[in-house]
C-alpha cells in the first residue's frame, strides 16, 4: 500500500474497500463519489456507502476519456451540492481524478473553470506580478522552456466527441497556450496567449513576434508543434 498527499490523497492498495479498517480511515463528512458506469465500480460504490452513508451525489457516469459534454452534464449536478459537499471520492483511475478536479475547481460552475486560463491571463501585470502571483493564480506551468527555465507555458486543451464519436474521434473545442517571459528578478516582463484561432492564424517564419522567436526557436518548435495537433491530430497529413 502506498499513498500520496498534495492535499489530494491518492490510496493504491489491493482490497483496500473490503477492509472495514481502511474504511474508517475516510473521514465521516459529507462527500459524493465520482466513478465508471461499469457493474464493478457499483459494487464498490456499496462497500463505501455502507460504512460513511449515503452521499450528496453519486456520478457514475465518468467516461474514459471524458469531454466537454460529459463534464458539462456533471458540473450542472454538482453545482446543486457544491456548497454543502466537503470531499469528493473518487473510485477508479485517472479520468476519474481529473474529472472530480475540473468540476471541483468551479465548484460545479462548468463556464468558469472552462475559462479559467482567458480570465486569469487579464490578471497578469507586466513589470509587477511576480513567479509566487503567477503560481497562486495559475498553479505550476504545464511545462518550461527546454534551455529557458523562465519561459513558463500553460496549456488548456478541451476536445468533445463529434457525430463521428462510434469512430472514436473528437472535435478541439479549445486549445489556449499562455506563454510567459520571467525576468532575472522573478518578475513577468512578457506574456502573450493564443486561442485556437491565433494558433491557425500564427505565421510561422524568421519573424519576430512580442517573444521574439525565430525559426529555430525552443517557442516556434513548440508552437509549430501545437498547431501540427489542431490540424491533423491522428498524424496522417502528409508534409511537403
Known amino acids: 500500500m502506498w499513498n500520496y498527499h498534495n492535499p489530494s490523497k491518492i490510496i493504491f492498495k489491493t482490497g483496500?474497500?473490503?477492509?472495514?479498517?481502511?474504511?474508517?480511515?475516510?473521514?465521516?463528512?459529507k462527500y459524493c463519489i465520482f466513478t465508471y458506469p461499469d457493474k464493478i465500480f457499483k459494487d464498490q460504490v456499496k462497500k463505501i456507502t455502507d460504512v460513511l452513508g449515503e452521499p450528496l451525489l453519486i456520478v457514475d457516469e465518468i467516461s474514459p476519456n471524458p469531454d466537454y459534454k460529459n463534464l458539462e452534464v456533471i458540473a450542472k449536478k454538482y453545482q446543486n451540492i457544491s456548497?454543502?459537499?466537503k470531499q469528493i471520492i473518487c473510485?477508479?483511475?485517472?479520468?476519474v481524478i481529473d474529472s472530480a478536479k475540473f468540476i471541483a475547481f468551479g465548484l460545479g460552475d462548468f463556464n468558469y473553470t472552462v475559462d479559467f486560463l482567458e480570465k486569469k491571463n487579464e490578471k497578469l501585470i507586466i513589470g509587477k506580478t511576480n513567479k509566487n502571483d503567477i503560481i497562486e493564480l495559475l498553479g505550476p506551468p504545464s511545462t518550461k522552456g527546454?534551455?529557458?527555465?523562465?519561459l513558463w507555458i500553460y496549456m488548456e486543451i478541451q476536445t468533445s466527441s463529434s457525430k463521428l464519436s462510434n469512430l472514436g474521434k473528437k472535435e478541439l473545442l479549445k486549445n489556449n497556450i499562455l506563454l510567459l517571459d520571467i525576468d532575472s528578478r522573478g518578475v513577468l516582463s512578457k506574456n502573450v496567449f493564443f486561442n485556437k484561432e491565433d494558433m491557425n492564424n500564427i505565421k510561422f517564419s524568421e519573424d519576430t513576434t512580442q517573444m521574439s522567436y525565430s525559426k529555430n526557436s525552443f517557442i516556434y518548435e513548440f508552437l509549430y508543434s501545437i498547431r501540427q495537433k489542431i490540424n491533423d491530430p491522428l498524424g496522417k497529413k502528409k508534409i511537403n
Open 83 to 85: 456548497s454543502e459537499n
Open 146 to 150: 527546454a534551455f529557458n527555465q523562465e
Open 91 to 95: 473510485l477508479g483511475g485517472g479520468s
Open 16 to 29: 483496500f474497500l473490503d477492509n472495514l479498517k481502511s474504511l474508517a480511515l475516510i473521514p465521516k463528512k
